[in-house]
């Protein structure tokens, strides 16, 4: 049974700094593309980061470059997202997700969420102004 366990949300003032991990087990996901989604009220699931676990190539949407990065520990099996200069758009809940076979070979596809088929329960991140 494949498991995917987000961990280290919490609630921080703008600028602070948070890392997310996402303990995956199950299966192998050595071929794996990972993903970090997040979901504000109200509105729908966005996609903010994926990497392949391969290799490490990685994707992020524009409103997060320069801000956060996603990476991998081999050792832990959990893939990681380091948030730095956090802002209160930032507020969500986030999710992490694996797209377990992926098909294309540019990381850069893997910005829906139709293209993931495994999903955690999620971690929430709250930023205050």
């Known amino acids: 049974q494949v498991q995917l366990v987000e961990s280290g949300g919490g609630l921080v003032q703008a600028g602070d700094s948070l890392r997310l991990s996402c303990a995956a087990s199950?299966?192998?996901?050595?071929?794996?593309?990972m993903g970090w989604f997040r979901q504000a009220p109200g509105k729908d699931r966005e996609f903010v980061a994926a990497i392949r676990w391969s290799g490490g190539s990685t994707y992020y949407t524009d409103s997060v470059k320069g801000r956060f990065t996603i990476s991998t520990d081999n050792a832990k099996n959990a893939v990681e997202l380091q948030m730095n200069s956090l802002k209160p758009e930032d507020t969500a809940a986030y999710y992490c997700a694996a797209a377990s076979n992926p098909f294309y070979r540019s990381t850069s596809y893997y910005y829906t969420k139709d293209r993931y088929d495994y999903w955690g329960q999620g971690t929430q991140v709250t930023v205050s102004s």
């Open positions: 199950g299966r192998a996901f050595s071929r794996a593309v």
